[in-house]
């Protein structure tokens, strides 16, 4: 109480630093938890494709196994305790009807909707809470969630026994709706999870039945489509691994590439490249830069703490000089300066625990999870309030009461001490670097992170995203019949410009159809796969992309010719694109077979962590699912709310949604604008918490140096000398501090720009910005000291007593 501003800058840094830490461990608690709370966890494995790509000598991994694997499995390896085979679909709509079958409510997933077998329910543990697991073996059955049942039925307890009707979206199932009964409630699923599972329907329905349980194609596969096994105790996943790639031999075509292994489920969530079913992975290197974030935010805590201590050296003096004269010894004070420490840091925890649970408010709505902060519910929270608080005690006080207690009580009384000798002083310089070494990493990072998001969202794509909503829809007999209706309809509003049927939109992340195919007649498929589209004859002008050789698609209903780009030419070894004009490309063991149209300019079909990829392009109207309509930006809610009406009367019963394309591509960097927003919070705590230690050391050196500045105006040093004096110091610390930042920074951020396939160059004056902000701020906080020791009165400070 009797240095009020010294504790409250010693507990607001403090307070800040465990706050960020704690948040941060929350995180990757929450991160390094999922799917941990499977009992048979560690025997649990997934079936992985792994991708050859002779050109490039590349090895690439997809969760996305062939049809026939599950099956194949079960038969090939009778040693596997459980085989489950399982299908994720996505833009699926839920129909609730009356005892009469009239459709009374409709509903939209866009995810959780899953069909498998009651196998699934042997190898992960969801509770139920009604029904059985083993009703999944009559394919018309489904389980649901107790909040899904709350929501369709009003009341979960009632929901066994009623019927739900399921247009699934995609565009690979038979079209047709599927009568499903309730056979089951599942408790409320974890957060943690990477099955976020809201309806889980019987394997084998008309979806999947006639596709993938009963499929002999081992080339067919889709990215939802995946495998999990449950392996004996004590098996060898190497020697497994071996015995499965024997079999893959033996089953797939001669001329393919492709083999499989099997990955652990600890593994799934932190796989980036083959991602998992919640489309949320985090990898080990980012975890890993979080840790480093957490303990240096801390250390730059302890270390604000140890300078703002010894700065107090000299007006606790004689109170330690009156303590030694009275009896007390060097471990007595020792002892009085930890538990001073103690509750200091004590108080701090206490402050930062309420920072962290508002600040964990924030930190769920940006990143999209669900963390919480109960100790109750969490011991582990607890155990790290606790070690922290001794950790930070003894990090934070030791060298402080190892430097009061060697006071000598002469000197002290007689206001004698040498407090700024060399080995002190440099202790405190080299702290203060430390810590802006820290800040400017963190500053330059986030500018070069801040740099690449707007690259990606400056760069141009090569076709019009801009006023295009995307609609999705199912197509069955009846809504194809009224297509040509519908688009007639939709032109006819002032606003709307163009308006094509396709499967997918020019650009997709994860969500295309890869295909592998014989060109000009060959015998061999190319070892290459190509993103195949289906689109009628107004994709290229509603997306404006452009051709250039040949002509574009003729209208029709079937697939009767082919649009390529660029890159197919490449891979195929052609030099010209007119050299692929009437070729033949036949693929799905020829059931397709068309010649080549037109050759599209190259556009980025995939997020800029891609290459560009082979494409094809060909009609089919029973591949479209979703409607691509341009728009003028004139009366643009007007516009919105016509075609709305136009499409619930075309397609009633059916849930309206759009999506803006511009939206879905910048949904693209989800993650990356996530960690952008993380970074600019901690480079911005790590600045406030640098700038408190070198406050401190201000305020340290403005003691010293009281009886030099009174010297110094006496002999006509002006208020700007003073300032210059002190500031020069400061200029030189920082200075080196970015010297050394500079290549550490260099370094990870060009490690993390790997990771794309375009990228920015990182230029010199990124890391000459990071300096400056980092000087600025940091002149700005010493000027108060600075100025307050240059306009001084030297009388008194010159003054003894």
Same mark, same amino acid.
């Given at each position: 109480?009797?240095?009020?501003?010294?504790?409250?800058?010693?507990?607001?840094?403090?307070?800040?630093?465990?706050?960020v830490c704690m948040t941060i461990f929350i995180i990757i608690q929450f991160q390094t938890s999922f799917d941990n709370f499977h009992v048979k966890k560690d025997r649990i494995y997934r079936v992985l494709t792994e991708h050859h790509q002779e050109e490039t000598a590349t090895v690439s991994y997809g969760k996305d196994v062939p049809f026939p694997i599950p099956a194949g499995l079960k038969t090939a390896f009778p040693q596997l305790?459980?085989?489950?085979?399982?299908?994720?679909?996505?833009?699926?709509?839920?129909?609730?009807?009356?005892?009469?079958?009239?459709?009374?409510?409709?509903?939209?997933?866009?995810?959780?909707?899953?069909?498998?077998?009651?196998?699934?329910?042997?190898?992960?543990?969801?509770?139920?809470?009604?029904?059985?697991?083993?009703?999944?073996?009559?394919?018309?059955?489904?389980?649901?969630?107790?909040?899904?049942?709350?929501?369709?039925?009003?009341?979960?307890?009632?929901?066994?026994?009623?019927?739900?009707?399921?247009?699934?979206?995609?565009?690979?199932?038979?079209?047709?709706?599927?009568?499903?009964?309730?056979?089951?409630?599942?408790?409320?699923?974890?957060?943690?999870?990477?099955?976020?599972?809201?309806?889980?329907?019987?394997?084998?329905?008309?979806?999947?039945?006639?596709?993938?349980?009963?499929?002999?194609?081992?080339?067919?596969?889709?990215?939802?489509?995946?495998?999990?096994?449950?392996?004996?105790?004590?098996?060898?996943?190497?020697?497994?691994?071996?015995?499965?790639?024997?079999?893959?031999?033996?089953?797939?075509?001669?001329?393919?590439?492709?083999?499989?292994?099997?990955?652990?489920?600890?593994?799934?969530?932190?796989?980036?490249?083959?991602?998992?079913?919640?489309?949320?992975?985090?990898?080990?290197?980012?975890?890993?830069?979080?840790?480093?974030?957490?303990?240096?935010?801390?250390?730059?805590?302890?270390?604000?703490?140890?300078?703002?201590?010894?700065?107090?050296?000299?007006?606790?003096?004689?109170?330690?000089?009156?303590?030694?004269?009275?009896?007390?010894?060097?471990?007595?004070?020792?002892?009085?300066?930890?538990?001073?420490?103690?509750?200091?840091?004590?108080?701090?925890?206490?402050?930062?625990?309420?920072?962290?649970?508002?600040? $964990?408010? *924030? =930190? &769920?709505?940006?990143?999209?999870? #669900?963390? @919480?902060? !109960?100790?109750?519910?969490?011991?582990?929270?607890?155990?790290?309030?606790?070690?922290?608080?001794?950790?930070?005690?003894?990090?934070?006080?030791?060298?402080?009461?190892?430097?009061?207690?060697?006071?000598?009580?002469?000197?002290?009384?007689?206001?004698?001490?040498?407090?700024?000798?060399?080995?002190?002083?440099?202790?405190?310089?080299?702290?203060?670097?430390?810590?802006?070494?820290?800040?400017?990493?963190?500053?330059?990072?986030?500018?070069?992170?801040?740099?690449?998001?707007?690259?990606?969202?400056?760069?141009?794509?090569?076709?019009?995203?801009?006023?295009?909503?995307?609609?999705?829809?199912?197509?069955?007999?009846?809504?194809?019949?009224?297509?040509?209706?519908?688009?007639?309809? $939709?032109? *006819? =509003? &002032?606003?709307?410009?163009?308006? #094509?049927? @396709?499967? !997918?939109?020019?650009?997709?992340?994860?969500?295309?159809?890869?295909?592998?195919?014989?060109?000009?007649?060959?015998?061999?498929?190319?070892?290459?796969?190509?993103?195949?589209?289906?689109?009628?004859?107004?994709?290229?002008?509603?997306?404006?992309?452009?051709?250039?050789?040949?002509?574009?698609?003729?209208?029709?209903?079937?697939?009767?010719?082919?649009?390529?780009?660029?890159?197919?030419?490449?891979?195929?070894?052609?030099?010209?694109?007119?050299?692929?004009?009437?070729?033949?490309?036949?693929?799905?063991?020829?059931?397709?077979?068309?010649?080549?149209?037109?050759?599209?300019?190259?556009?980025?079909?995939?997020?800029?962590?891609?290459?560009?990829?082979?494409?094809?392009?060909?009609?089919?109207?029973?591949?479209?699912?979703?409607?691509?309509?341009?728009?003028?930006?004139?009366?643009?809610?007007?516009?919105?709310?016509?075609?709305?009406?136009?499409?619930?009367?075309?397609?009633?019963?059916?849930?309206?949604?759009?999506?803006?394309?511009?939206?879905?591509?910048?949904?693209?960097?989800?993650?990356?604008?996530?960690?952008?927003?993380?970074?600019?919070?901690?480079?911005?705590?790590?600045?406030?918490?640098?700038?408190?230690?070198?406050?401190?050391?201000?305020?340290?050196?403005?003691?010293?140096?009281?009886?030099?500045?009174?010297?110094?105006?006496?002999?006509?040093?002006?208020?700007?000398?003073?300032?210059?004096?002190?500031?020069?110091?400061?200029?030189?610390?920082?200075?080196?501090?970015?010297?050394?930042?500079?290549?550490?920074?260099?370094?990870?951020?060009?490690?993390?720009?790997?990771?794309?396939?375009?990228?920015?160059?990182?230029?010199?004056?990124?890391?000459?910005?990071?300096?400056?902000?980092?000087?600025?701020?940091?002149?700005?906080?010493?000027?108060?000291?600075?100025?307050?020791?240059?306009?001084?009165?030297?009388?008194?400070?010159?003054?003894?007593?």
């Open positions: 109480m009797r240095n009020r501003n010294y504790t409250v800058i010693n507990m607001a840094g403090l307070a800040v630093g465990i706050a305790e459980q085989v489950a085979p399982i299908f994720a679909s996505h833009n699926d709509q839920l129909l609730i009807t009356d005892d009469n079958g009239t459709t009374t409510r409709t509903f939209k997933e866009d995810h959780g909707v899953f069909f498998t077998e009651p196998s699934f329910f042997s190898l992960f543990d969801f509770p139920l809470l009604a029904g059985s697991y083993e009703s999944l073996k009559d394919p018309n059955n489904v389980l649901v969630t107790k909040e899904i049942a709350e929501k369709y039925f009003g009341d979960w307890k009632t929901a066994m026994g009623k019927t739900i009707r399921l247009e699934a979206g995609g565009y690979i199932f038979e079209h047709g709706t599927e009568t499903l009964k309730v056979s089951g409630v599942l408790a409320t699923v974890p957060p943690n999870t990477d099955f976020q599972l809201k309806l889980v329907v019987g394997y084998g329905t008309g979806f999947t039945g006639s596709l993938m349980a009963t499929s002999t194609d081992w080339e067919g596969t889709t990215s939802g489509f995946g495998c999990y096994v449950l392996l004996p105790p004590n098996s060898s996943v190497d020697k497994f691994n071996q015995q499965l790639n024997a079999y893959a031999e033996q089953v797939k075509s001669p001329d393919k590439n492709d083999s499989h292994l099997i990955q652990p489920l600890s593994a799934v969530h932190y796989d980036t490249q083959a991602g998992n079913y919640s489309n949320k992975t985090i990898s080990q290197d980012r975890l890993n830069v979080l840790w480093l974030i957490a303990a240096f935010i801390l250390l730059i805590a302890c270390v604000n703490f140890i300078n703002l201590s010894t700065a107090q050296a000299v007006n606790r003096a004689k109170e330690i000089g009156v303590r030694k004269v009275l009896g007390s010894n060097k471990f007595q004070l020792q002892i009085q300066f930890v538990m001073e420490t103690f509750l200091i840091v004590a108080s701090s925890v206490i402050l930062a625990a309420i920072m962290t649970l508002f600040a $964990l408010r *924030s =930190v &769920n709505q940006l990143l999209e999870i #669900s963390l @919480s902060f !109960n100790i109750l519910n969490n011991p582990a929270i607890g155990l790290f309030l606790l070690t922290v608080t001794l950790v930070v005690t003894v990090l934070a006080g030791f060298y402080p009461s190892i430097v009061l207690s060697r006071f000598n009580p002469i000197n002290a009384l007689k206001s004698k001490l040498n407090v700024s000798a060399a080995k002190g002083i440099s202790l405190r310089r080299g702290l203060v670097v430390f810590q802006f070494i820290i800040a400017q990493v963190l500053i330059i990072g986030t500018l070069i992170i801040v740099k690449q998001m707007d690259y990606f969202m400056s760069q141009p794509l090569g076709f019009d995203k801009e006023a295009i909503i995307n609609v999705p829809f199912r197509t069955d007999s009846l809504r194809l019949s009224r297509l040509d209706y519908l688009k007639e309809q $939709l032109l *006819s =509003v &002032n606003g709307v410009q163009a308006v #094509s049927f @396709s499967s !997918n939109t020019p650009a997709e992340d994860g969500g295309d159809m890869w295909s592998t195919f014989r060109f000009n007649r060959a015998i061999k498929e190319t070892d290459f796969k190509a993103i195949t589209k289906f689109a009628d004859n107004e994709y290229l002008p509603a997306y404006q992309l452009q051709l250039i050789a040949g002509r574009n698609l003729q209208p029709s209903n079937m697939t009767r010719e082919f649009l390529v780009n660029e890159s197919l030419v490449k891979s195929l070894g052609l030099k010209n694109p007119e050299d692929i004009l009437n070729k033949e490309i036949s693929m799905w063991d020829d059931r397709i077979k068309c010649k080549v149209v037109g050759v599209l300019k190259d556009f980025k079909d995939r997020s800029f962590r891609h290459e560009l990829a082979p494409l094809l392009i060909t009609t089919n109207v029973t591949m479209y699912n979703q409607a691509g309509i341009k728009l003028t930006t004139a009366n643009l809610a007007s516009t919105l709310r016509s075609v709305k009406e136009i499409w619930e009367g075309t397609f009633p019963n059916f849930v309206y949604e759009y999506r803006f394309l511009d939206e879905k591509i910048a949904a693209f960097y989800k993650q990356e604008n996530q960690l952008a927003q993380l970074y600019k919070i901690f480079a911005g705590i790590s600045i406030f918490l640098s700038c408190l230690g070198l406050y401190g050391l201000a305020s340290f050196m403005a003691v010293q140096k009281i009886k030099e500045v009174g010297i110094r105006k006496v002999l006509g040093a002006t208020a700007g000398n003073i300032v210059y004096l002190f500031s020069k110091e400061f200029i030189i610390l920082i200075a080196i501090a970015f010297v050394i930042a500079t290549p550490i920074a260099w370094y990870y951020m060009h490690q993390w720009l790997q990771d794309y396939a375009y990228r920015i160059h990182v230029s010199g004056w990124l890391f000459v910005a990071g300096g400056l902000v980092a000087l600025l701020i940091a002149l700005a906080t010493i000027s108060f000291q600075t100025i307050k020791a240059a306009i001084a009165n030297p009388v008194k400070s010159l003054r003894t007593e």
